[in-house]
């Protein structure tokens, strides 16, 4: 059973950055599509960045668009959120996924196989 963890959530004022990182315990994620969705407090969740794994393509949610950047290490083990410029609205529990490929490529709509258990981050005014 594949397991996700995530690390590097906290707390930072208004302007500031965080690294979210993301590691299945035990495996690669290569030919995966990783995800970061974050949920804020009374809101539903929402796709906030996607990776393809094999081709290295990326895409955003229009929220965090040009300020958040995902990305993978060389050895496929770890997967980060670089969240910059953070604001008030981004306070939420982010959360790590991984699912398969389907059509060539990935999607926030497509199925997700695997979760990990959130990173809290917030940032205060």
């Known amino acids: 059973q594949v397991q996700l963890v995530e690390s590097g959530g906290g707390s930072v004022q208004t302007g500031g950055s965080l690294r979210l990182s993301c590691s299945p315990s035990?495996?690669?994620?290569?030919?995966?599509?990783m995800y970061w969705f974050r949920q804020p407090p009374g809101k539903e969740r929402e796709g906030v960045g996607l990776l393809d794994t094999i081709d290295d393509t990326s895409q955003y949610g229009d929220s965090v668009e040009g300020r958040f950047t995902i990305s993978q290490d060389n050895a496929k083990t770890t997967v980060y959120l670089q969240m910059n410029s953070l604001n008030t609205e981004d306070t939420a529990m982010y959360f790590c996924?991984?699912?398969?490929?389907?059509?060539?490529?990935?999607?926030?709509?497509?199925?997700?196989?695997?979760w990990g258990k959130g990173a809290l981050v917030t940032i205060s005014s």
């Open positions: 996924a991984a699912g398969h490929r389907y059509y060539g490529g990935c999607d926030f709509a497509y199925p997700i196989d695997y």
């Open positions: 035990g495996y690669t994620f290569y030919r995966y599509c």
